[in-house]
């Protein structure tokens, strides 16, 4: 079955550690997505990328970095930079075009001990 | 940045109790879409809302997308306890730009 996989499920990170959440897709989808959920703050945009060897950044880039060298790949780096990076982190990928809905991967919980 | 605003925040009812939440959005939407996440998941797409006007049914849910495409609504009529979770609404404006979320209503039902 086609999907949308993330992993770790839980990822325990000490202060001024990098870690990478990997995300990975079998959809043949050209956009990714990374999204930052908090309680009660909803889904916010981290970086997103349209194309192979692209990427933007979304609304709360700072303390965090990507690639996209496959189009099946999109790793998300939470840096030492990343002032309070505990959250429930989410990857999607859609196909090209504006009528289409997102897949999401079930998630990872990052917590910062 | 674009935004999406969604009310209520949270939502207690009895089960077979109607439920309804609310999108607005300052400037006029390309398209809307509806995701659902259960307690613990991911969310999963629902619809998408892309005409004035536009109304879809899914069972005992109702989408509603405003004339001036600013707005949009789900109803559940008669709650039942698998509508348990987190409702989002996402605004789409043009071409492949990323959606904006809503912060989402939380409905819990009483059996």
């Known amino acids: 079955d086609g999907g949308i996989t993330q992993s770790p499920k839980y990822l325990f990170r000490k202060e001024g550690q990098n870690v990478t959440l990997s995300c990975e897709q079998n959809?043949?989808?050209?956009?990714m997505y990374w999204y930052r959920q908090d309680p009660g703050q909803g889904l916010r945009l981290i970086y997103y990328?349209?194309?192979?060897?692209?990427?933007q950044k979304g609304d709360i880039a700072e303390g965090y970095s990507v690639s996209r060298e496959k189009k099946e790949s999109f790793p998300l780096t939470v840096t030492s930079a990343q002032k309070n990076p505990t959250a429930f982190y989410l990857c999607?990928?859609?196909?090209?075009?504006?009528?289409?809905?997102?897949?999401f991967g079930s998630g990872t919980r990052l917590t910062v001990v | 940045g674009q935004q999406v605003m969604q009310i209520p925040q949270y939502q207690h009812v009895q089960e077979g109790e109607d439920f309804t939440t609310y999108c607005n959005s300052s400037?006029?939407?390309?398209?809307i879409q509806w995701y659902k996440q259960r307690p613990g998941g991911h969310p999963v797409f629902l619809i998408q809302?892309?005409?004035?006007?536009e109304v879809k049914k899914q069972k005992r849910l109702t989408f509603q997308f405003g004339e001036a495409k600013k707005n949009s609504s789900l109803h559940i009529t008669a709650t039942q306890t698998t509508d348990v979770g987190t409702y989002f609404c996402?605004?789409?404006?043009?071409?492949?730009?990323?959606?904006?979320f809503g912060k989402g209503t939380r409905l819990s039902v009483i059996a």
């Open positions: 999607a990928s859609r196909r090209q075009g504006a009528n289409y809905g997102y897949t």
């Open positions: 959809l043949n989808h050209d956009a």
């Open positions: 990328s349209q194309i192979v060897n692209d990427f």
């Open positions: 400037t006029t939407l390309s398209n």
């Open positions: 809302l892309v005409k004035s006007g």
């Open positions: 996402a605004g789409g404006w043009s071409g492949n730009t990323p959606l904006v």
